[in-house]
């Protein structure tokens, strides 16, 4: 579904410096698989991820996608997907809301507003009536055991609760692959593990799930594919996973 070939990123920290996060990484990720990526802060594992999510493009190499519909391409054009890295931003929009789920480190949540609003946002931008969105967040809202949450402003929640709100937003436009930056970062182990059961059954509902995490608990999970180890921008180590 996902396949990158020698892809760097780069950026310009001065007038004739730059500092390169992504560091010529060819990776292949299939569909409805979880992949891990773990390291220490700053070895390149959320720039990964931005890059594979079409939030910032590469400096080099191309990011193929593989059976994705868009307005502009149908996936039964080519076996080979499209390359993102060299679309229109206008294009690059429409993939980030069509094809990616997001679930940030802090949740990004907005506050003031409630539960239910939170996780119809992503989806007004879309042109969808809003009565369909509404109904569609109520069903994720009950999948998730948060239906008595649902005119509460988030700030209201507990961390297991707005981590479940979070996911169902990410889910809101039902997007074929998951990305999670640190998303237990914030969560004790139980809830962590908690984490972990509800992305298992997305991955199992077949979502591509891609997490990057410094935490044991997701990335010895047995619910992984394959766990990548980034160290200086490079995938230093590979596991496949039975």
């Given at each position: 579904m996902i396949a990158l070939n020698q892809v760097t990123k780069n950026f310009a920290i001065?007038?004739?410096?730059?500092?390169?996060?992504v560091d010529n990484v060819s990776l292949t990720i299939t569909r409805?698989?979880?992949t891990i990526l773990k390291g220490p802060s700053g070895s390149g594992k959320t720039t990964l991820l931005a890059l594979i999510g079409c939030m910032t493009r590469p400096s080099s190499g191309r990011i193929m996608l593989q059976g994705v519909e868009t307005s502009f391409f149908q996936a039964s054009e080519s076996a080979e997907g499209f390359d993102s890295s060299s679309l229109p931003e206008r294009f690059l929009t429409e993939i980030r809301r069509s094809t990616f789920g997001f679930i940030f480190q802090q949740f990004n949540l907005i506050k003031?507003?409630?539960a239910l609003q939170n996780i119809m946002l992503p989806a007004y931008p879309t042109g969808e009536q809003q009565p369909v969105v509404k109904q569609r967040?109520?069903?994720?809202?009950e999948q998730f055991d948060l239906l008595r949450h649902r005119?509460?402003?988030?700030?209201?929640?507990s961390g297991g609760e707005l981590q479940r709100v979070a996911i169902a937003r990410a889910l809101i436009n039902n997007p074929i692959a998951i990305i999670a930056d640190e998303p237990t970062a914030h969560l004790d182990s139980q809830l962590s593990q908690a984490f972990m059961e509800s992305i298992g059954q997305l991955k199992d509902s077949g979502k591509t799930v891609l997490i990057a995490s410094h935490d044991p608990i997701v990335y010895s999970s047995p619910l992984a594919d394959q766990v990548l180890e980034m160290r200086d921008g490079r995938i230093v180590r590979q596991e496949l996973l039975p």
């Amino acid at each position: 579904m996902i396949a990158l070939n020698q892809v760097t990123k780069n950026f310009a920290i001065g007038p004739a410096t730059s500092f390169t996060a992504v560091d010529n990484v060819s990776l292949t990720i299939t569909r409805s698989s979880m992949t891990i990526l773990k390291g220490p802060s700053g070895s390149g594992k959320t720039t990964l991820l931005a890059l594979i999510g079409c939030m910032t493009r590469p400096s080099s190499g191309r990011i193929m996608l593989q059976g994705v519909e868009t307005s502009f391409f149908q996936a039964s054009e080519s076996a080979e997907g499209f390359d993102s890295s060299s679309l229109p931003e206008r294009f690059l929009t429409e993939i980030r809301r069509s094809t990616f789920g997001f679930i940030f480190q802090q949740f990004n949540l907005i506050k003031g507003i409630s539960a239910l609003q939170n996780i119809m946002l992503p989806a007004y931008p879309t042109g969808e009536q809003q009565p369909v969105v509404k109904q569609r967040a109520l069903g994720l809202m009950e999948q998730f055991d948060l239906l008595r949450h649902r005119n509460s402003p988030v700030e209201w929640l507990s961390g297991g609760e707005l981590q479940r709100v979070a996911i169902a937003r990410a889910l809101i436009n039902n997007p074929i692959a998951i990305i999670a930056d640190e998303p237990t970062a914030h969560l004790d182990s139980q809830l962590s593990q908690a984490f972990m059961e509800s992305i298992g059954q997305l991955k199992d509902s077949g979502k591509t799930v891609l997490i990057a995490s410094h935490d044991p608990i997701v990335y010895s999970s047995p619910l992984a594919d394959q766990v990548l180890e980034m160290r200086d921008g490079r995938i230093v180590r590979q596991e496949l996973l039975p």
